[in-house]
T-cell receptor
Framework: ETGVTQTPRHLVMGMTNKKSLKCEQH?????MYWYKQSAKKPLELMFVYSLEERVENNSVPSRFSPECPNSSHLFLHLHTLQPEDSALYLC??????????FGSGTRLTVV | DQQVKQNSPSLSVQEGRISILNCDYT??????FLWYKKYPAEGPTFLIS?????DKNEDGRFTVFLNKSAKHLSLHIVPSQPGDSAVYFCAASDGAQKLVFGHGTRLTINP
């Protein structure tokens, strides 16, 4: 356990489904991130939340909707996804100026 | 524009020998560098970091070297062990919240 917990670990969803990924940290960090890792591609930053405000959105399609209700929790709401959205979705948290602590990820398969 | 580059997608090293993973960066504002290690189906885990005020940082079998004039850093693992087989990501920060990651290098340690 790294201190950043992601649930579920695995998710299979149809293209018309709505699901949510959850991330939780109790490390006292003030920033949280969503990354996407597809096969044979680098880590792609999706969203950054700092002090619960979204400070970065890297041209992510609107079918991905993040939510950060407080400094310890981060969600990624998914709807009408495409098969190419199948990937490992990683959550991370950090304190300003320090490195990230990653969760174990959610392996998402869109069928 | 890839600001952090790991030009070797893969590297094979014999057990007991030295593994050297390389990373180049283009942004002269980067002042903090990290290496992460990632096993399949898991999130990246922090390995070692170095601040731009240093040129070397050592932690057990792992040493990171920084050459600011060349904008180059490297991770040395000696002696290499089978459990070191993983994907290694180089990351850099300019003091702001966001880390920029390289594409990763897959290290395989052969018995």
């Amino acid at each position: 356990e790294t201190g950043v917990t992601q649930t579920p670990r695995h998710l299979v969803m149809g293209m018309t489904n709505k699901k949510s990924l959850k991330c939780e940290q109790h490390l006292g960090h003030n920033a949280m991130y969503w990354y996407k890792q597809s096969a044979k591609k680098p880590l792609e930053l999706m969203f950054v939340y700092s002090l619960e405000e979204r400070v970065e959105n890297n041209s992510v399609p609107s079918r991905f909707s993040p939510e950060c209700p407080n400094s310890s929790h981060l969600f990624l709401h998914l709807h009408t996804l495409q098969p190419e959205d199948s990937a490992l979705y990683l959550c991370a948290s950090s304190r300003t100026g320090q490195g990230y602590t990653f969760g174990s990820g959610t392996r998402l398969t869109v069928v | 524009d890839q600001q952090v580059k790991q030009n070797s997608p893969s590297l094979s090293v014999q057990e007991g020998r030295i593994s050297i993973l390389n990373c180049d960066y283009t942004n002269s504002m980067f002042d903090y560098f990290l290496w992460y290690k990632k096993y399949p189906a898991e999130g990246p885990t922090f390995l070692i970091s170095i601040s731009s005020i240093k040129d070397k940082n050592e932690d057990g079998r792992f040493t990171v070297f920084l050459n600011k004039s060349a904008k180059h850093l490297s991770l040395h693992i000696v002696p290499s062990q089978p459990g070191d087989s993983a994907v290694y990501f180089c990351a850099a920060s300019d003091g702001a919240q966001k880390l920029v990651f390289g594409h990763g290098t897959r290290l395989t340690i052969n018995p």
